[in-house]
């Protein structure tokens, strides 16, 4: 076995990538009108995030449901699986509600494929929200020329979002 701490860490990071495969595989299958497709549709034509809080609690939901995962192996990996899907939905949740308030801030990627994915009505194309990997890995990743505002952007930008 690894250590505690090793054990831990490496079940979080597991549980933050497994979620962002989740997540495209739900979007995903929104587009393809298994899940939720009206609500999603609404989002879409919308093209605006309900809130952060709520969007915690629908990745956060996930999170909790599969937080179990981990202790198949240990305790100290089934802690390190839920802090690690917790930390997923957090961050997920941010990312959706950034690049609808403002997608020049999202600087981990280069270009924000969630915020092109509405804005150019891309419904095959740029499932990812919080990374672009599985939208490259899949094939389903479309890169379009993005500028971002040059500007200085503060702490206070970042925090612009609607929270609840």
């Not at 192996?73 to 949740?93: C, D, K, P, Q, R």
């Not at 403002?102 to 990812?128: C, Q, S, T």
Request: proline content about 2%; some cysteine.
């Amino acid at each position: 076995m690894l250590g505690g701490a090793v054990e831990f860490v490496v079940a979080a990071v597991c549980a933050l990538v497994f979620g962002t495969f989740a997540e495209y595989f739900i979007h995903r299958s929104m587009h393809w009108g298994i899940l939720h497709p009206e609500g999603h549709r609404h989002h879409h034509e919308a093209n605006e995030a309900r809130n952060y809080l709520r969007d915690f609690v629908d990745y956060g939901t996930g999170a909790v449901v599969l937080g179990w995962f981990g202790f198949l192996y240990s305790i100290t990996s089934g802690f390190g699986w839920a802090f690690g899907g917790l930390v997923y939905a957090a961050l997920a949740s941010y990312s959706h509600q950034i690049q609808h308030a403002n997608a020049d801030l999202v600087f981990w990627m280069k270009r924000p494929v969630h915020r092109l994915h509405h804005n150019l009505d891309m419904r095959e194309h740029n499932f990812g929200i919080l990374v672009d990997w599985w939208d490259r890995l899949f094939g389903t990743y479309r890169p379009v020329e993005y500028l971002r505002e040059a500007r200085r952007y503060t702490v206070r930008d970042f925090l612009a979002i609607p929270w609840r």
